[in-house]
């Protein structure tokens, strides 16, 4: 999946000026939805007046996609370097990543996760990473190619809704040991112990 290139061609004046949006733009979504949110309300944020905003921008909307897609187009960069290379794909080095390009430093991709948007975030990273997985595994013939796009997108849901979680977390632990976990439930299934207590209608499935 490729994400459109973000234009890099702008000036310092214009860059701030974004910045000032962007920044108002995710702090009153931690408050509110974003249909809620005025174009007066965010310049009066901002600390701008309406007519530069649409210098820049002809929608709200359009603020929080040029976002999204900054932090999408990282995140495919990202996993690409990581399944590029040939080695063994790691959970630990994939949550890490994933962590650090989160809270980068001078981005909103953090804010944005805390805030009512996040959710839908998450799903267009599930996707990323479920296609990263899927071109890195392809070329082992181990299974239909149907099984393998279900089991790789089984798998970074997992993945990515647990990060999820323990990102948005009071009372977390430590993402190592979080990794460790996963890893655990990907290789191994349910341990036996928790396995017996589940329901028959979560048995598992046969085909007749």
Known sequence: MEYPKIKKSENNSSRKT?????????????EKELSTITVKELTEKADICRKTFYI?????????????????????LMLEGLFNNGSIINVCD???SIHDLVVKKDSWYYDLFE????PKLIIELTNILSESLYYRIRPIPIISEQQLRFTCKFISSGLIGMYYDWEVSED??????????????????LPDKIEKYVPEFMARAEIQ
């Open 94 to 96: 994939i949550l890490a």
């Open 56 to 76: 820049h921008y002809g929608q709200l909307n359009e603020v929080l996609d040029e976002i999204q897609l900054e932090f999408l187009e990282e995140a495919q």
């Open 18 to 30: 974004k910045k000032a949006i962007r920044n108002a733009l995710v702090s009153i979504m931690q």
């Open 115 to 118: 805030s009512a948007y996040g």
């Open 172 to 189: 977390r632990i430590e993402l190592e040991e979080l990794a460790v976990i996963m890893t655990d439930l990907i290789s191994n299934g």
